[in-house]
Nanobody, 117 residues
Framework: QVQLVESGGGLVQPGGSLRLSCTAS????????MAWYRQAPGKQRVLAAS???????NYGESVKGRFTISRDNAKNTVYLQMNSLRPEDTAVYYC???????????WGRGTQVTVSS
C-alpha cells in the first residue's frame, strides 16, 4: 500500500521560506515521478514543481526562481524548498507520485501553507 506523508507547512511572513517534505512508502521510490501540486481557495489544483527519476525538474511559471524541488532516493523523500514566499503562494500543497503516464497517480493528504503578515 502506497503512503505519502507530508510535513513542513505552516504560517510564514511574506519574503520568508519554508521547506516541505514528503516521505513515501510502498513504492520503489527511485523509479517514480515526484511532484508538488497546490490548490488555493476557490481555484484548481495546479503543478508547482516536478522531478523525474533522472533528476530533471519542471516548475510552474509562478514559482520559477523561487522554489526548488529535490529528491533523496535513499530516504524515499521529495522536498520543496520555497523562498521569497508571497501571499499568493497560500494554498494546500499536495505530494504526488506516479510511476509513469500509464499508471494512476497517488496523492498525499496535503499540507497548508499560509503566507501572511
Amino acid at each position: 500500500q502506497v503512503q505519502l506523508v507530508e510535513s513542513g507547512g505552516g504560517l510564514v511572513q511574506p519574503g520568508g521560506s519554508l521547506r516541505l517534505s514528503c516521505t513515501a512508502s510502498g513504492i520503489t521510490f527511485s523509479l517514480y515521478i515526484m511532484a508538488w501540486y497546490r490548490q488555493a481557495p476557490g481555484k484548481q489544483r495546479v503543478l508547482a514543481a516536478s522531478i523525474l527519476s533522472d533528476g530533471s525538474t519542471n516548475y510552474g511559471e509562478s514559482v520559477k526562481g523561487r522554489f526548488t524541488i529535490s529528491r533523496d532516493n535513499a530516504k524515499n523523500t521529495v522536498y520543496l524548498q520555497m523562498n521569497s514566499l508571497r501571499p499568493e503562494d497560500t494554498a494546500v500543497y499536495y505530494c504526488y507520485v506516479r510511476r509513469s503516464l500509464a499508471y494512476s497517480p497517488y496523492w498525499g493528504r496535503g499540507t497548508q501553507v499560509t503566507v501572511s503578515s
